[in-house]
């Protein structure tokens, strides 16, 4: 007997998606962790258990935008071609602040477009061992501490 194909639906694709990074995040965790410091992140980086493309990292303020500490900047017209993660100049001698940053782009790097915000602070905070909103909290606290940063109040750093 032939059993008509399942028909997913968009949620059913969002979650299979969420379950997946938060398998990886516990895998890498499991293998580099349990604490992501900032050598454990590169080793991640270089890992293609891991991280699907080619990575490489660069702290420059060019072409980011206001509120934004960093993109995968791709480096051709395929993802095969790999990617420059750009960081904020600011960040480039604060190590211990490194997993917070790359951890939130591994997503979209792997995934592309489909990698929504709230995936990839969920791969994040899962590969840091910390819950959502402490992630997001602490985030939003090295955005604002970008110099020249404009904050909600109209004030700048």
């Not at 051709?76 to 940053?101: A, K, N």
């Amino acid at each position: 007997m032939h059993t008509p194909p399942t028909k997913l639906t968009e949620a059913d694709a969002r979650r299979s998606l969420h379950d997946h990074l938060l398998e990886k995040a516990a895998r890498a965790r499991e293998r580099y962790g349990p604490r992501i410091d900032a050598d454990a992140i590169l080793k991640i980086l270089s890992d293609p258990d891991f991280i699907r493309y080619p990575t490489g990292i660069r702290f420059d303020s060019a072409g980011l935008e206001p509120g934004e500490f960093g993109y995968p900047m791709p480096l051709g017209d395929h993802p095969s071609r790999g990617f420059c993660l750009v960081l904020h100049p600011s960040f480039e001698h604060r190590r211990q602040l490194w997993p917070t940053l790359i951890a939130y782009h591994i997503p979209p790097i792997n995934y592309g477009e489909i990698a929504s915000p709230e995936d990839c602070e969920q791969f994040a905070a899962a590969l840091l061992g910390v819950d959502i909103d402490t992630y997001y909290d602490t985030l939003c606290s090295l955005v604002d501490s970008i110099p020249g940063q404009v904050h909600a109040s109209g004030s700048t750093s």
